[in-house]
């Protein structure tokens, strides 16, 4: 029998805490009673059951008095010893829990950019700050000094966490991006050697799924019809992803392309991409709860169960054969003794070694393999998805650059030629312009870390040793940080590729690198970094050898999707709302609210 998580959380957590208490009162009272106590001395009211209620309450209200008493004590103890000082704390208005700067921040999600409402709390209280809401803390940092004690110097401490763990559990399981300690060491040392330099260099796959797209692309132009980009890439890297990791496509392409109004077909490869969509998004729903534990949220059922089902059905079926080509290659290795020495430990269908039919060289577990192949799904599609989203608007609202990077194409790869990846290596200002996509709106804008024990964060610049308690949350905001005016200067808001060409380059970046923080940094630095950043390259070279213009079609985005009216006296904000003519928004992922509508020529 499935439990729900809200159930499961009232049985494990809230049933204990108010029913132990009143059953051991009562059975103390019932004890004294029969041994001949005199019990009249404890008032009448007392020993009614609203009494005994009220008895119950005061002694939680005491007990959790007591613990956070002694737990500021103990913290105190450590910081001292530690000769730290407390990360300030965001001030309210005075209101109980700080339930005013709750509010604030609840409110300010439903209109906000991108990171808006952290990115607006840093400027009012610093780049690093506690946010206490409702008794519990939340500690952000945007210092790529303390991002890098995090991610590297002290990388041990800083865990994914139980609750991570706990909201994440149903959609990406125990896999890479789930688990922490000897688990993570094992599923990197699994996944690791799959993404050598042949396999990520192979464009073949890259190839025919571009070219499915151009054309669908191309005859859309020929009627001057907006499409919607961002589900057209989407489907693309989907496509590919699910190639180069299973040997099977999902083959999304094969739907048209999505019309202004009109809602996508419901064929069984846009169900698994619906679902897979629609599992993130009660994912963030989960990780945003402040009022109360996630699990509340979801006592009547898990709404991503029927969303995972739809996925494990188009997997699972692909799982099973890779599982059995291997069980009969070990068998028939066994029956000659052993493997030819330099066999291939191939088991994909194609003669293809993938990541699949590397995986079940490793182990038979099919909950295993399963969770490996959606978290790296994950990777493979959405942060490239995103990134070449972003990287086509930018090019349709920056039309000069456009022209200067189609000119590049042509001269190192010209007008029809494939790409190589010798061709991509030298093509200085492709790079340039992807790179300043992914420090503007990077793929993922913010990562969420667990302290193990308590430690402290030292900020080299000012000397400041910042005190963190253990079982801290850390959120690390990438996306504010790498458009910061402190990091980067004076035009860090604005989306300038030349800033990677001429001397800004030198004097932020290459003067501090963890300024520049898309793929991470450190033993959790995302594996697949080069292989997006070549399905990147390879797409724009393709798409811009087929087409020189670029048309934001702002007409075709959906009613509600454009960005709230207030963005454009937004400025103190921090961000880059009055400047876009999109509506960025985030989940696991950053997106653009209503897509990506475009038309080319």
């Not at 991409?273 to 009547?300: D, Y």
């Not at 994909?348 to 699949?356: A, N, Q």
């Amino acid at each position: 029998m499935d439990v729900s998580p809200g159930l499961s959380y009232i049985l494990r957590h809230a049933l204990p805490v108010s029913t132990i208490p009143p059953t051991v009162i009562y059975a103390c009272y019932r004890a004294a009673e029969r041994l001949g106590y005199d019990l009249d001395v404890i008032p009448e009211s007392v020993r009614t059951p609203l009494g005994l209620g009220f008895l119950t309450l005061a002694y939680l209200l005491g007990k959790a008095v007591v613990t956070s008493t002694v737990r500021r004590i103990q913290l105190r103890r450590d910081m001292r010893r530690l000769g730290a000082v407390p990360i300030p704390v965001v001030k309210g208005k005075g209101w109980p829990l700080n339930v005013d700067v709750t509010l604030r921040f609840s409110k300010a999600l439903k209109t906000a950019y991108a990171g808006g409402p952290v990115r607006k709390l840093m400027l009012e209280n610093g780049d690093t700050f506690c946010l206490d809401m409702l008794g519990s803390q939340y500690y952000w940092t945007a210092n790529p000094y303390l991002m890098k004690e995090i991610l590297v110097t002290q990388f041990s401490n800083f865990t994914k966490g139980p609750q991570f763990h706990s909201m994440f559990d149903s959609f990406l399981g125990t896999g890479i991006f789930n688990s922490d300690g000897d688990a993570w060491k094992m599923h990197r040392s699994m996944t690791r050697p799959f993404f050598n330099r042949d396999r990520i260099t192979d464009f073949d796959i890259f190839d025919h799924h571009s070219d499915v797209l151009l054309q669908k692309i191309y005859e859309k132009s020929q009627t001057g019809m907006a499409f919607d980009f961002q589900e057209a890439i989407s489907q693309f890297t989907m496509d590919s992803a699910t190639e180069f990791l299973l040997g099977t496509s999902v083959n999304s392409l094969a739907t048209p392309l999505a019309l202004p109004g009109v809602s996508s077909s419901d064929s069984a490869v846009n169900r698994f991409v619906s679902a897979f969509q629609a599992t993130q998004m009660h994912i963030m729903t989960r990780v945003r709860s402040r009022w109360l534990p996630w699990q509340l949220n979801e006592i009547f059922g898990d709404p991503t169960k029927k969303h995972m089902k739809t996925m494990y059905a188009f997997i699972d079926p692909i799982i099973d054969v890779a599982l059995e080509a291997a069980r009969i290659k070990k068998g028939r290795a066994k029956g000659v003794g052993k493997v030819e020495e330099g066999g291939s430990a191939d088991t994909s269908s194609g003669g293809e070694e993938t990541l699949l039919s590397h995986l079940v060289t490793e182990t038979q577990d099919r909950k295993m393999i399963r969770d490996e192949m959606l978290n790296i799904l994950i990777a493979g599609r959405d942060t490239t998805a995103v990134n070449l989203t972003w990287n086509v608007y930018f090019l349709a609202t920056h039309p000069d650059v456009c022209t200067c990077l189609r000119q590049e194409i042509l001269d190192v790869v010209g007008p029809n030629q494939r790409p190589t990846f010798e061709n991509i290596k030298v093509m200085k200002y492709l790079r340039a312009v992807i790179n300043e996509s992914l420090r503007v709106l990077p793929s993922v804008p913010y990562n969420l870390k667990h302290t193990i024990e308590s430690t402290v964060l030292t900020n080299p610049e000012t000397g400041v040793k910042y005190f963190l308690p253990a079982g801290s949350r850390v959120g690390i905001s990438q996306l504010a940080m790498q458009t910061s005016p402190e990091f980067w200067g004076p035009t860090a808001l604005e989306w300038d590729p030349n800033r990677w060409l001429d001397d800004r380059n030198k004097t932020y970046y290459l003067a501090n690198p963890f300024i520049f923080l898309p793929f991470l940094a450190g033993p959790r630095i995302c594996l697949g970094q080069q292989f997006a950043y070549n399905e990147i390259s390879f797409f724009l070279i393709r798409f811009l050898q087929r087409f020189e213009n670029i048309e934001l079609a702002l007409d075709a985005f959906p009613p509600g999707a454009l960005p709230p009216a207030q963005w454009k006296t937004d400025a103190p904000s921090g961000t880059r709302a009055p400047y876009e003519k999109v509506w960025p928004k985030s989940h696991i992922t950053t997106y653009s609210h209503g897509g990506m509508w475009v038309r080319v020529k």
